[in-house]
T-cell receptor, first 113, second 111 residues
Framework: DVKVTQSSRYLVKRTGEKVFLECVQD?????MFWYRQDPGLGLRLIYF???????EKGDIPEGYSVSREKKERFSLILESASTNQTSMYLC????????????FGEGSRLTVL | GQSLEQPSEVTAVEGAIVQINCTYQ??????LSWYQQHDGGAPTFLSY????GLEETGRFSSFLSRSDSYGYLLLQELQMKDSASYFC????????????FGKGTRLHILP
C-alpha cells in the first residue's frame, strides 16, 4: 500500500511565525504535490516537485516555498504565517501507472492566530 | 491556464442514479480523473479517462469527450455512504503531471 505521511494533523501558529509542513512517502515516486483546501474553493495547487531539488509553482504559490532535498520528503514552508493561510494542507504523490491517480496524506489542519 | 467547472451541489435519492458533470479548459490536456472525499477524510481516487468514452468500475462510471472538453461521473444504485464531495481533476502533459482540481460537487442523498 502507498503511504503518504504528513508530520502534523493539527497545528496552531501565530501570525509571523515560520511554519514547516512535512510530507514523507515510502514509494520512491518522483512527483509530489502540496494543495490547500478551503470550503467552496476545492483543492488548489500550491507547488509540486517532479524530482529532487526540482519544483514548479502551482496556482497559488504566493506566501509559500518548498524544499525537496531527498526524494521521499517534500516540505512546505510558510516563511511568515498569516491568518489567510489558515487552511487544510494536503500532500499527494502520483502513482507509477500514469493514470492520473494521486495518493493523499491525511492532511494538516493549520490555524494561524 | 486551467479551469474546471462542476456543480456545487447535487441531491439524489437512495437507489437512484446521479450524474455529476465537469467541463474544463486547459492547454495540453492529458486526462480527467475523479475523486471522492468524505467529511474529515482525504480525497480518494475513483476513476481516470484519457480517451473518449465510458470507463466503468462497479457502481461508478466516468465518461470523457475530449472534443467537448467535458466529462461526467455516473453513480448508480446510490447508497447513503455515497454522500460525499466529488472532484474532477485534469492532468496536463506540459508540466509533468501537474494536476488541477475543480471546486467539488457536494452530493446529498435522501433516504
Amino acid at each position: 500500500d502507498v503511504k503518504v505521511t504528513q508530520s502534523s494533523r493539527y497545528l496552531v501558529k501565530r501570525t509571523g511565525e515560520k511554519v514547516f509542513l512535512e510530507c514523507v512517502q515510502d514509494m520512491d515516486h518522483e512527483n509530489m504535490f502540496w494543495y490547500r483546501q478551503d470550503p467552496g474553493l476545492g483543492l488548489r495547487l500550491i507547488y509540486f516537485s517532479y524530482d529532487v531539488k526540482m519544483k514548479e509553482k502551482g496556482d497559488i504559490p504566493e506566501g509559500y516555498s518548498v524544499s525537496r532535498e531527498k526524494k521521499e520528503r517534500f516540505s512546505l514552508i510558510l516563511e511568515s504565517a498569516s491568518t489567510n493561510q489558515t487552511s487544510m494542507y494536503l500532500c499527494a504523490i502520483t502513482g507509477t501507472s500514469n493514470t492520473g491517480e494521486l495518493f493523499f496524506g491525511e492532511g494538516s489542519r493549520l490555524t494561524v492566530l | 491556464g486551467q479551469s474546471l467547472e462542476q456543480p456545487s451541489e447535487v441531491t439524489a435519492v437512495e437507489g437512484a442514479i446521479v450524474q455529476i458533470n465537469c467541463t474544463y479548459q486547459t492547454s495540453g490536456f492529458y486526462g480527467l480523473s475523479w475523486y471522492q472525499q468524505h467529511d474529515g477524510g482525504a480525497p480518494t481516487f475513483l476513476s481516470y479517462n484519457a480517451l473518449d468514452g465510458l470507463e466503468e468500475t462497479g457502481r461508478f462510471s466516468s465518461f470523457l469527450s475530449r472534443s467537448d472538453s467535458y466529462g461526467y461521473l455516473l453513480l448508480q444504485e446510490l447508497q447513503m455512504k455515497d454522500s460525499a464531495s466529488y472532484f474532477c481533476a485534469v492532468s496536463s502533459i506540459y508540466r509533468d503531471d501537474k494536476i488541477i482540481f475543480g471546486k467539488g460537487t457536494r452530493l446529498h442523498i435522501l433516504p
